[in-house]
């Protein structure tokens, strides 16, 4: 089992901590355009464009991934000039639009003792009409242990085996029960993972799949707590996880 230190700032209860404060600069944000699926009446309505949900993935789904992950060309954009491989969840739980993109380049007037210490990051904001979130993050390093009271692990195509933790931050790392990975969990998070074979031969970034009902999420991204996503679900997102081409 993992063990998990703070290293950043930015505190996950469960899983993992890492800091996205002071990483603003330079921070890409895109205004949401109006659609005719996803509204959410009485939903903070944050900077990136909202698009309908997406059915499990398929061989169709993978190859209209960025669609149905909700990006416009101009996030895609954006986050291609990263200048690092990106990931996208080719599967989006029903009723969770796009709520927020941010991809922070990192250029030489970003501070160094941000997240752009790493390298280039960024954040995936995805939020229901409960105002549940989950994200989808990649950042170049600073990463810990994982010190859930449950996890379990699944195999993916592109990260290989990730570990899947919730409950309380008490480092008990138990295997869950069937009927525990098909209801709501508190602190429900991905541990984070590098890509087995990068693009060429460019340094991969760590990345993972949270539920974002933590204190720095509910603050930064107007997130609650989580009311709507199992394990299971979680589960499936990680797995959909395909390349931004």
Not at 220 to 243: D, F, G, H, R, W
Request: net charge negative; charged share 15%.
């Amino acid at each position: 089992m993992k063990s998990l230190e703070q290293i950043i700032c930015w505190s996950l209860s469960t899983a993992v901590w890492l800091s996205l404060s002071g990483c603003s600069w330079n921070a890409i944000t895109l205004k949401p355009t109006p659609s005719a699926s996803g509204s959410n009446s009485g939903v903070p309505q944050l900077r990136e464009e909202r698009q309908g949900s997406a059915s499990p993935a398929s061989p169709d789904a993978i190859e209209s991934a960025p669609a149905r992950a909700g990006l416009s060309e101009t996030q895609k954009t954006s986050l291609s000039e990263l200048g690092m491989p990106v990931l996208i969840p080719a599967y989006v739980p029903q009723g969770f639009p796009l709520a927020e993109a941010i991809a922070n380049a990192c250029t030489a007037r970003s501070p160094r003792s941000s997240l752009c210490r790493e390298g280039p990051h960024y954040t995936l904001v995805y939020r229901n009409a409960q105002n549940t979130c989950f994200l989808v993050r990649a950042v170049g390093g600073g990463v810990g242990g994982g010190a859930g009271e449950f996890e379990f692990q699944t195999r993916t195509t592109l990260l290989g085996d990730v570990s899947i933790l919730f409950g309380k931050s008490s480092g008990e790392n138990q295997q869950p029960t069937a009927e525990q990975l098909r209801v709501v969990q508190p602190n429900l998070s991905s541990f984070p993972e590098a890509l087995q074979s990068p693009p060429g031969s460019s340094r991969s970034p760590y990345y993972w799949v949270s539920a974002g009902d933590d204190t720095y999420d509910q603050e930064t991204y107007a997130c609650e707590q989580n009311a709507s996503l199992t394990p299971l679900e979680v589960e499936k997102i990680v797995q959909s996880l395909v390349l931004l081409e």
